[in-house]
């Protein structure tokens, strides 16, 4: 049984997958590592809350928007194929590398990534979508269908 809050109720329940519906008001989520890990301590979050504070318990940057530049050397390293395996994109934010990510704790992602790149990851938060059509931007899209929902980049800042 693993610990959970419900980000829609804020109620704390146990479930054994990480998709589950909340005890209480029967919201449907996928509980990420990090949300189980501080399971009691989220409550009631949006989503942009919850990965604000996934991002704070890694000592990571949050990321609403990802107008970066891709660390290009690195994004070959890893191809196009790990990057949406994993959900992952590197990114230079603020002088800094940093692999862009939903959840820092993911099952195996740090040593995937070290393994890949020969040195260890800095990381950053962002939500899935944000990920995919980055992902999708700089490696080009695979299936033409899946971006009906992506918004053209605006000018990097
Ligand atoms: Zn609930």
């Not at 419900?6 to 519906?21: E, K, L």
């Not at 990090?34 to 504070?53: N, P, R, S, V, Y």
């Not at 994993?86 to 959840?103: A, K």
Request: charged fraction near 20%; proline fraction near 8%.
């Amino acid at each position: 049984m693993q610990l959970r809050d419900c980000p829609q109720c804020g109620h704390t329940f146990g479930a054994v997958n990480a998709y589950c519906s909340c005890t209480r008001c029967n919201h449907r989520f996928t509980a990420l590592p990090t949300q189980i890990f501080l399971a009691g301590k989220m409550g009631k979050t949006t989503d942009e809350q919850l990965l604000t504070l996934i991002a704070e318990y890694h000592e990571v940057p949050f990321l609403p928007s990802l107008d970066y530049c891709v660390s290009h050397q690195t994004a070959i390293m890893i191809g196009v194929k790990f990057a949406r395996m994993n959900i992952t994109i590197p990114l230079m934010v603020h002088g800094c590398e940093r692999f862009v990510v939903v959840d820092p704790q993911a099952p195996e992602l740090f040593e995937k990534i070290a393994t890949t790149i020969h040195r260890l990851p800095e990381f950053a938060v962002a939500s899935e979508h944000c990920i995919r059509k980055r992902i999708n931007e700089h490696f080009g899209v695979m299936n033409p269908a899946s971006t009906l929902d992506i918004q053209p980049l605006s000018p990097p800042k």
